[in-house]
């Protein structure tokens, strides 16, 4: 019995042990796999923080390119590059590259990131979609192809509603809502000048089609959720926002002379200047003017993509 009995006590102290060191080293495992997830978290933190701190010197300075080269955080060493076009053919007019790339003893981290580095008020066209025959100038008249941006990477913001500030509520308290299936204004609408009041500028809300006919010229800020007929010679001095998608800006007209926006065009949908030319002056009083009364809150760079 004693002899039993110590056999069976040795078998215990034994399998205990066992059971002890498996246990151990499983404790030893998840250790080791909890720092390796540390080290990864924070290599992957500090490369973030070099995405955000080369944003934010590029919203101080659109021009900056230098980058950063080994600087450490919580010893985490990371190294930060902006390309664009110059750099990198493949990128766009107007589009950067930031790569930052963090690394510790036991881990490293990359994150890449493409940004806009414009606001949409610096081109003369805004165009989710195509643009066809369209010649864009500058405030002095000089032909400039890289003021059209069309198939956009984003659209703004535009305070469209109608609440106390939105265009829509302006164009109502004006008396600028027109509801014709196709509106045509008089020459010099609404008032021969693209201010209201004072600062304010006309709003027009034109709910159908927009025609402005040969030779005519109208004022202000137009919300058109139709389509856009601008006859030989007509002019628009100010801005034609376009919401929907289906809407359309087209030139019409025999006359042979250009049609003119002095302003700019914002639009979801397309343009089509066959038949005659549609110019596009960037105005940029005007433009400015929107985006101050209507479209404030877009930054003046835009991460397009994140990873």
Do not use: C
Request: charged content about 20%; overall charge negative; glycine content about 10%.
């Amino acid at each position: 019995m004693g002899k039993t009995l110590l056999i069976l006590l040795v078998g215990f102290s034994a399998s205990f042990g066992i059971l002890a060191r498996s246990k151990n080293e499983r404790m030893l495992a998840s250790i080791d796999r909890m720092v390796d997830h540390f080290g990864d978290y924070a290599t992957k933190n500090a490369s973030t923080s070099g995405v955000y701190l080369a944003l934010n010197r590029l919203y101080r300075d659109p021009a900056w390119r230098a980058g950063y080269n080994h600087r450490v955080l919580a010893g985490n060493a990371f190294s930060v590059t902006v390309e664009d076009h110059d750099d990198d053919a493949t990128l766009g007019s107007h589009y950067l590259r930031i790569r930052s790339s963090s690394s510790n003893v036991d881990a490293a981290s990359l994150t890449e990131v493409t940004v806009f580095d414009s606001p949409f008020h610096k081109f003369a066209v805004w165009a989710k979609d195509t643009v066809i025959s369209i010649a864009a100038e500058d405030s002095l008249g000089g032909e400039n192809p890289n003021l059209i941006i069309q198939n956009a990477p984003f659209m703004p913001k535009i305070d469209y509603g109608d609440l106390i500030d939105g265009l829509v509520a302006a164009a109502d308290d004006q008396g600028h809502v027109q509801t014709e299936e196709a509106f045509k204004p008089d020459d010099d609408y609404p008032n021969g000048n693209f201010y209201y009041f004072g600062l304010a500028p006309n709003v027009t809300h034109v709910k159908g089609n927009l025609r402005v006919e040969q030779g005519l010229t109208v004022y202000g800020i137009f919300i058109v959720e139709g389509n856009a007929q601008l006859e030989s010679g007509a002019t628009v001095e100010g801005v034609l926002y376009f919401p929907n998608a289906s809407s359309r800006l087209v030139h019409h007209g025999s006359g042979g002379s250009e049609s003119l926006v002095k302003g700019g065009v914002v639009t979801w949908g397309y343009i089509d200047g066959s038949g005659g030319d549609i110019v596009v002056q960037h105005f940029p009083v005007y433009l400015r003017k929107f985006v101050s009364n209507y479209a404030p809150s877009n930054p003046p760079i835009r991460v397009l993509s994140w990873k």
